[in-house]
């Protein structure tokens, strides 16, 4: 892969600087999309390029890449990461996940620069609930049935690129997300460590973890292997309960004891919404919200990994239990913990 050129949007964040990270690893020539005003803790190798694209003005974008493909040629391969998980106003997920993609791609269509793959970082929040009677995993196959925001914009990003003919493209939904940098799960291991557990529901629930090294080793070994034009649900192949997460994270910490908490769904889904408009009124998007009561509420996040298994053998080298124990290291050398 020496000599190619890859652009990852949304660098800035924890799983884009990964991405970085692998892409430089690799030998890529490596283009950060990322903000001006955006953080670059994690961006600091000097052989990173940056470009500031300019979503919410397509003509200005549409120059923007077309100067930097006549200097430098067009990119080999774009991952584009740059997306809301939270948001605001509930408008920002259809104009971030959805529009920005659409004009993205828009824009490299009108100056002849699609690249040879043009890899979409969705979510497995597209699919919606799974069987929660049988608990069957759920399949790339499965007809997507988002009921969170979040969701539907990314499915209205992937049914647009889908509609392109010849666009090459691949479609990477991940379970939940993990690992060093990361600012979500770090809440839930903080909390075990000052002694909680915290679950949402009594009925049974299968939860799916994917560490975020594994995952960028996804994309660029599929990338390697020329795929496109397809999509893959992505996850360590394993299902786990909330008290199996919480037991791991306490064996890493090398905590003996924590207060395992059930909390009724009737009252999450109240407290979801009081966070959201609080977060509202001072302007700033809530991690606790009413999208995330809907994922909370799920009971079944087990999924079929068969297609990466078979596409490009796909092994994680990290399981629940050593992605945490690599995580929590980084977060202690790092002075999070």
Not at 166 to 191: A, E, M, S
Not at 204 to 216: G, N
Not at 273 to 278: L, Q, V, Y
Request: aromatic letters at 12%.
């Amino acid at each position: 892969m020496d000599n190619k050129r890859v652009l990852i949007t949304g660098a800035s964040g924890f799983i884009g600087s990964t991405a970085v990270d692998k892409a430089l690893e690799l030998g890529f020539e490596t283009w950060a999309g990322i903000r001006k005003n955006s953080s670059r803790e994690f961006l600091k190798d000097e052989r990173i390029r940056f470009i500031d694209l300019q979503y919410n003005h397509p003509e200005v974008m549409k120059s923007q890449l077309a100067e930097l493909v006549s200097k430098h040629g067009k990119f080999h391969y774009i991952i584009h990461i740059a997306g809301l998980t939270k948001a605001r106003h509930t408008t920002e997920f259809y104009n971030v996940n959805y529009l920005q993609t659409r004009k993205l791609v828009e824009c490299l269509i009108e100056i002849d620069a699609v690249p040879q793959a043009f890899v979409l970082m969705s979510s497995l929040s597209v699919m919606g609930a799974g069987d929660e009677i049988n608990y069957t995993p759920i399949k790339i196959e499965d007809e997507p049935k988002p009921d969170t925001l979040y969701g539907k914009s990314k499915l209205e990003a992937e049914n647009w690129i889908k509609s392109l003919s010849n666009f090459p493209y691949l479609i990477i939904r991940p379970t939940g997300v993990y690992g060093p940098r990361d600012k979500d799960y770090f809440i839930l291991i903080k909390t075990v460590k000052r002694g909680l557990g915290i679950g949402a529901g009594f009925k049974k629930q299968t939860l799916s973890f994917i560490y975020s090294e594994d995952l960028v080793d996804v994309i660029f070994k599929l990338l390697d292997k020329g795929i496109t034009r397809k999509e893959y649900i992505v996850s360590d192949g394993d299902c786990y309960t909330d008290r199996d997460f919480n037991r791991i994270v306490m064996e890493a910490l090398k905590k003996k004891n924590i207060l395992n908490i059930k909390t009724p769904l009737f009252l999450v889904k109240p407290a979801a919404f009081i966070s959201e408009k609080i977060a509202a009124l001072f302007g700033r998007a809530s991690t606790f919200n009413s999208d995330k009561y809907r994922i909370m509420k799920r009971r079944n996040w087990s999924c079929d990994i068969s297609p990466l298994q078979m596409d490009i053998n796909f092994k994680p080298r990290y399981k629940l239990k050593e992605g945490v124990i690599k995580t929590i290291e980084w977060y202690k050398g790092n002075g999070w913990l």
